[in-house]
């Protein structure tokens, strides 16, 4: 069983930033994803890396303004969102699989946190 609590939402201007936390309890060993769903929309993969964290995995939408880390101390994973745009608006989920690798599709996972709310205002 892992536990997950995301927080650190909130709103901001385009072209600003933030910085999600998603802090984990119960096991340790788990591929990690990050996840958004807009108002009407399906759930969107946004970025993963797996048991090691020694590979990161990104939507094309969001590679190179987004990063995926892990505090293993801390047992919290990390989104860190630049140059953020109004399109990235949404309810942002981490979830968690027992299994080693990452993965992009959300029925993949087993875990899931309640969701942090971001708003990027134009």
């Known amino acids: 069983q892992v536990q997950l609590v995301e927080s650190g939402g909130g709103l901001v201007q385009a072209g600003g930033s933030l910085k999600l936390s998603c802090a984990a309890s119960?096991?340790?060993?788990?591929?990690l994803g990050w996840f958004r769903q807009a108002p009407g929309k399906e759930r969107e993969f946004v970025g993963a890396?797996?048991?090691?964290?020694?590979?990161?995995y990104y939507a094309d939408s969001v590679k190179g303004r987004f990063t995926v880390s892990r505090d293993n101390d801390k047992n919290t994973a990390y989104l860190q969102m630049n140059s953020l745009k109004p399109e990235d608006t949404a309810v942002y989920l981490c979830?968690?699989?027992?299994?080693?690798?990452?993965?992009?599709?959300?029925?993949?996972?087993?875990?899931w946190g309640q969701g942090t709310q971001v708003t990027v205002s134009s």
């Open positions: 979830a968690a699989r027992s299994a080693p690798g990452a993965a992009t599709e959300s029925r993949r996972y087993d875990y």
């Open positions: 119960g096991r340790t060993r788990y591929a």
């Open positions: 890396f797996g048991w090691s964290a020694t590979s990161t």
